[in-house]
Structure formats: C-alpha cells, structure tokens
C-alpha cells in the first residue's frame, strides 16, 4: 500500500494486490466496468470517482509515476467513500512505482483448511510479535483510517443531532409562550390537550420539512464548491446528493422537529384555562 500526489496535489492510495478478487470479496468491492489487471502487465483496475474526476476512461493510460503510465482495465466502486480514492493494481507494478522492490506491508494467506484460522492466527502472532495476524473478514473494521473515519462522523453526526433538538426546543418554547392565549381560548371552547400538542407536532414538521429542503440546498452548493475548488478533497465527497440521502435527510428533520415540538407543547397545555387566557 502506498500513495501518490498527482500534478494538482490530490493525494491517491494506491494498493498492489496479487489476487484481485480475493481482497475485492473481502473489502465489497464491485467491478463496475472492465476487467481485472494482469499481474504481469502494468494494468491498473481505478475507481469509478477517480474515472469521473480525472475525466479518464476504461482503457486510457493514468501517470503514476514520472516514466511509468498505468493501463486503465477496470473500474470498481465501493460501499465506503474512502474506499472510492484508490487505484489498485498489482503487487510488482506498486513496487515499482513506489521504488521498493520486493517489499510488502501486507500479506493474506489461503488456508487449505479454513477451520484452522483461528489456530494459525493464534500461531503467527505469538512466534512473531512485530506483525499482526487477523481474519481477512476484520480487514475493513480493522484499517486504523477507516475505523477512526466512521467513528469520527458518527461523533460529529450525533453531537449535531442533539445541538438541533436543542435549538428546535429552545424555539418552540418561546413559540408557545407567546400564544399561551390562543392555547388557553382552544382549551376553552373543547379541544381535548392531545390535539392542541398534534396541532403545534403537525406544525413542526412542516417548519422542519422547508428547514431540510433549505439545508439540502445549502449543503449541494456547498459540495459543487468544495469538489471545484479544492481539488484534493474532491475524491473523498459523493458527486451528488442521492436520492436516498436526501429522503433520510428530510425524514431526519422531520422526526427532530416533531420531538422537539412535543415536550413545549405537552407543558402549555398543561397550564390552567384561566391563566392562558389572561396571558398576554
């Protein structure tokens, strides 16, 4: 495994693997376009996203190198975003190209019986403690990069869900507060307490609904402005929004708003008939 800057200084991974579709089944990679790489030519199998960034396709040649080029045979795509800024090709043509002939940071060995990994993992680890041995199903969860990657988003992820639920409460507090009086008035002529409290979740919802339409807006111009302008992150973005994405992100918004909404709700209909009513 190794990586290489290209003339715009994006950085791109690069991985030899003598046996493509062993690592493929292990990582969910899936060919897409083409054909695997000869181990004996200097073939290289890229991802779909770096064919469309680099405006490259099946069958053209990539620089890795000042005087070695590459022959594009393939193109796969991956489940993980990192996963989707790599070129693999094979072991001989990386060493070549990274200057270390002979040289491996990673090896993956065929068992003849597969019921004995356990037994050989536990074997190569104790009689030679500078490497680490593991199951190549634990390959992906067991990259430092990635798993740090996804932890990290999660983090950032949930620490943005809560600021939101936060901020949509603190709102609706205020919003009830100040018609307390129009509470009171519907609490005075029949409406039961749980449909006042549907009334201001329906409310919410559709306030969240123009709230996530308006932050999938921000965040497609943002993503076209970060894959024009700065070229070295551009492989690590989707190129658009999916449609998946957008449904969860609106669905998302949704439930927050809704929960967000209940709680002040719940209390101001709580409060006596005659105290609403004298609220100004």
Not at 69 to 93: E, F, K, P, Q, R
Not at 98 to 117: Q, V, W
Not at 132 to 145: E, H, K, M, N, V
Not at 262 to 268: F, K, S, T, V
């Amino acid at each position: 495994m190794g990586k290489i800057r290209t003339s715009k200084g994006a950085v791109i991974y690069m991985v030899g693997i003598r046996d493509f579709w062993q690592v493929a089944h292990k990582l969910n990679l899936t060919l897409i376009q083409g054909r695997p790489y000869h181990n004996e030519y200097l073939e290289a199998v890229l991802s779909s996203r770096l064919l469309h960034v680099n405006h490259l396709e099946v069958g053209d040649t990539f620089p890795a190198a000042n005087d070695i080029n590459l022959t594009i045979v393939g193109a796969y795509s991956a489940w993980l975003s990192l996963m989707n800024n790599m070129i693999i090709c094979s072991d001989t043509a990386l060493q070549k190209i990274l200057g270390r002939p002979g040289k491996t940071n990673m090896l993956f060995l065929t068992l003849h019986d597969p019921l004995e990994s356990d037994k050989i993992i536990e074997r190569i680890n104790k009689k030679y403690p500078n490497l680490r041995a593991l199951p190549s199903r634990d390959l992906a969860s067991q990259i430092g990069t990635l798993t740090s990657l996804t932890k990290m988003l999660d983090v950032i992820a949930l620490i943005a869900l809560g600021v939101a639920i936060i901020i949509l409460m603190s709102t609706f507090v205020m919003a009830t507060y100040m018609r307390m009086r129009q509470i009171g008035i519907l609490s005075a002529i029949g409406w039961p307490q749980p449909m006042i409290v549907v009334l201001f979740v329906i409310e919410s919802a559709f306030l969240s609904i123009a709230g996530g339409l308006v932050g999938l807006t921000l965040s497609a111009g943002i993503l076209i402005a970060l894959r024009t302008f700065f070229p070295n992150i551009a492989f690590y973005l989707p190129e658009t929004l999916s449609q998946h994405v957008m449904l969860m992100s609106l669905l998302m918004s949704i439930v927050v708003g809704a929960v967000a909404a209940i709680l002040p709700a719940y209390q101001a209909v709580r409060k006596p008939i005659v105290e609403a009513l004298r609220d100004e």
